[in-house]
């Protein structure tokens, strides 16, 4: 029978206990304190009922009492603020080896791509055991990124990204909703996670079994990067007009107005879409705008890219597979 | 009691001094402008309280099958417009605050009465302007207005819906104005600030707020509506604008529109909470002070709201600081009514009844708050049913039932009749149990990640769901009933004297209803506030 009354949400991921430990301590908290009240009021109200209590005794009050019920909640309070900000802050950071997973959310559907170029639509799948971090746009209004399972959740902006991450430790299948009201089908804006072995997702992950790849991501943005004409200006060899981008994701970045930026991918996506604001020590404002030229999808392609040229070997331009047609440049 | 007898010769009050539409329209009693507010905010109250129940009725399953999703969107967004801009906001400030402030600090008016009547019309255009624009079609955007869907994507009546806000707004600003200026200059001789009654105290700490806050949400709205209207780019960034702006703009007002919502509510306890234990109040200093911090804390908590939204680990751990230290005066006040009752002489009317209820259901409210203020945890119950079982436990479970304890409280004296005092306990019992069991699953349905603004849900959700609507069906019955023997209590209500109570406070020393200056003679004060003690009632009755 208690089946049909569910009271907690499966732990499926690493930080579900954490967050679960700190709910049951605020529900015993909670509810000693809701508890105390009550017996207070309920005590008080019986003991001194006018019937037998008709000379009510007149007392002003007392600054160890009103001490003591200050402090102590404000001390419980600290410990909670504590633990509570500890969490936040390791779901805030994710691991730096995490698997990247771009999620373009828009009404009201999500999109997902993966580092090898495979695509699903409502359907996230996930290796157990890995850390993942979600890198997301919408391409709209506002939506949330909510696993229940997982106890993460993270708003999906339109024109910047959001980050979020998780490490699942259960195979299965998991809601995936979106959390901020996105207009008629909101409630229909939702999916699965689905949470595979190791060896069932490569299976899954070589099979194609999202969409077909074209690719690696980095590839495809490998050769959007082509197209769109970057590589003019920012190509490896020339030392030219644009910075030189490899090895440029993550690191600092000195500005021509001496401030300091850290190349993240929302410093790349502005860079790239709105070139005047953030101007490189030592170059000139001559790039041109990109927006409206390239689709979110084609963003996080070149985003892939650009971070590719961080990495040791430069992986990402090593995946080269016959260029098929592309269809996320412009759209 | 003495006064009794003067009670059944017709004594001119400010109830009979006139009659006739134009002596209502164009009053400027504060007495009669609290009672338009009365009859306005109750019409509100059964218009939200309408969509509220065909929310209940098509969550009842788990397929969107009673309405369609965008009228289920526009239920849930006129609900929350109407419920907190055109019944909460106003409900105990200006019916009761209007009403009383003048009567408790010994005033014959507020200090600008005009304005007062002008603040009425104004929510009278305001939420007819409002109501319009749903009854023509009707808003979808949820009544926290976000961006960029309120300016681009919707295809409904966004601005019909933040213009009535807008104008609204300065209603509640020049309600605010007079509540200051008439506790700062028009207290009776002997009036001081430390014999002030709570009631007044928590109000002009309300009042501060909706003059510092409100012209932000209309100047936030304003840029809603121009945004949509001209495409200027302020929050779509698409048209170069920041929709986060509109978040942190929004919430700068809204946060604190909780407080102007509970304050008013919480001056309401502490009259009763004395009057029916015959004590002063523990700790007067505390709970007066507790009043201001809460304004002011208030004021810097508004992106708790945001801790999902994107802002910064730095920002979130600061404004998640300053949110648990705005729980401590709330706390505060919870401990020092407690301690009132401690060694009083407690009687179980309707009015205490409902103030049992209300340090209940707060309690929960305020401390599911802490759970909220928590960031890890925000992380995962933000935008759940765990939210909006939170803030219906401090608006409905607080405010309201505030609303209910001070109405009862003072109906005879703004009346001059008792009502049934049997069914008004039943109404109160009923209010406790219905609202418990329409909003505790809502905590566990929001934990197990039931999200908000759904029109379908999962199957597994439904046994909670069900429990709720059931839950909201009692309600339901609980607010009929004092909306029936209220007006019953009109006509057929026992006579209730100046003081049915026996409670001290100015209010109390003049006749039921009031004449319309209020007192006779101007009072003079010389006793503390809740001083059941030293003032027995023959003692300190004014002009008769």
Known sequence: MWKNFPFFPEQASAMAWQVDGLYFLLVAVSAFFTLLIFALVLYFAVKYRRSVHPHPAQIEGSLPLELTWTLIPLGICMVFFAWGSLIYFQEARPPKDAMEVYAVAKQWMWKFEYENGQRDINELHVPVGRDIRMVMSSQDVIHSFFVPAFRVKADVLPGRYTETWFRPTKVGTYHLFCAEYCGTNHSAMIGQVIVMAPEEYQAWMNSGGGGGPTGSLAANGERLFGQLGCATCHGLETQGRGPNLAGLYGKPVLMADGRTVTADENYIRESILNPGVKIVAGFKPIMPTFQGQVSEEGLMALEAYIKSLSRPQAEGAADHRPPAPDESSTK | ?544
Not at chain 2, 57 to 70: F, H, K, N, Q
Not at chain 2, 240 to 249: I, T, V, Y
Not at chain 2, 341 to 365: C, D, H, N, Q, W
């Open chain 2, 1 to 544: 009691m003495a006064t009794a007898a003067v009670q059944t010769v017709e004594r001119e009050n400010y109830l009979n001094s006139n009659y006739g539409i134009k002596s209502w329209l164009l009053t400027t009693d504060h007495k009669r402008i609290a009672m338009l507010y009365l009859i306005s905010i109750t019409v509100m109250f059964w218009i939200g309280g309408f969509f509220a129940m065909m929310i209940r009725l098509e969550l009842l399953t788990p397929a969107g099958d009673l309405v369609s999703s965008d009228t289920y969107n526009k239920l849930f967004t006129m609900h929350g417009i109407v419920m907190v801009f055109f019944f909460l906001i106003p409900s105990v400030p200006a019916v009761l605050g209007n009403f009383l402030i003048p009567l408790m600090v010994g005033a014959k008016d507020l200090a600008f009465p005009r304005v007062n009547l002008l603040s009425w019309y104004l929510y009278i255009i305001g939420a007819t302007t409002a109501l319009v624009s749903m009854v023509s079609g009707g808003v979808d955007t949820g009544w926290t207005f976000y961006t960029p869907f309120s300016t681009t994507y919707s295809n409904t009546h966004v601005i019909g819906a933040a213009i009535g806000i807008f104008i609204a707004g300065f209603s509640s600003i020049l309600t605010g104005l007079n509540f200051i200026v008439t506790i700062h200059r028009m207290r009776a001789p002997g009036m001081t600030w430390r014999r002030l009654p709570l009631f007044c105290w928590s109000n002009y700490a309300a009042a501060l707020i909706m003059m510092l806050g409100t012209p932000v949400i209309a100047i936030t709205l304003l840029l809603v509506a121009l945004e949509r209207a001209f495409h200027i780019g302020v929050f779509n960034p698409s048209l170069g604008g920041d929709p986060l702006l509109f978040q942190h703009l929004f919430w700068f007002y809204s946060h604190p529109a909780v407080y102007i919502m509970i304050l008013p509510g919480m001056g309401v306890m502490s009259e009763i909470v004395t009057c029916f234990s015959r004590k002063r109040v523990f700790g007067y200093e505390f709970v007066a002070l507790a009043s201001i911090a809460i304004a002011v804390l208030g004021f810097l908590v508004w992106a708790h709201h945001m801790f999902v939204a994107g802002i910064s680990v730095y920002a979130a751990l600061v404004f998640s600081l300053l949110s648990y230290f705005v729980a401590i005066p709330s706390a505060v006040k919870i401990f020092n009514w407690t301690a009132t009752l401690y060694k009083g002489s407690i009687r179980y009317e309707t009015p205490m009844l409902y103030a049992f209820g209300f340090i209940g259901l707060f309690t929960v409210g305020g401390l599911t708050g802490v759970f909220l203020a928590s960031l890890g945890l925000d992380v995962h119950v933000t935008d759940t049913y765990f939210v909006v079982a939170h803030f219906h436990y401090v608006m409905v479970g607080g405010m309201v039932m505030a609303y209910l304890a001070g109405l009862h409280f003072w109906w005879p004296k703004i009346t001059g009749r008792m009502y049934p005092e049997a069914w008004a306990k039943l109404s109160a019992l009923l209010v406790f149990v219905g609202f418990n069991t329409t909003f505790f699953p809502q905590f566990i349905l929001g934990y197990l990640g039931s999200p908000r603004r759904y029109h379908a849900y999962p199957p597994e959700f439904q046994v909670w769901n069900v429990l709720s609507t059931a839950g909201a069906s009692i309600l339901a019955v609980g607010y009929v009933l004092p909306m029936i023997y209220f007006l019953w209590s009109l006509r057929y209500g026992e006579p209730a004297g100046p003081n049915p109570y026996n409670a001290v406070g100015l209010e109390w020393m003049t006749p039921s209803p009031p004449p319309t200056h209020n007192f006779d003679e101007t009072p003079v004060v010389t006793w503390e506030a809740y001083d059941y003690e030293h003032q027995p009632q023959e003692e300190v009755t004014v002009g008769h």
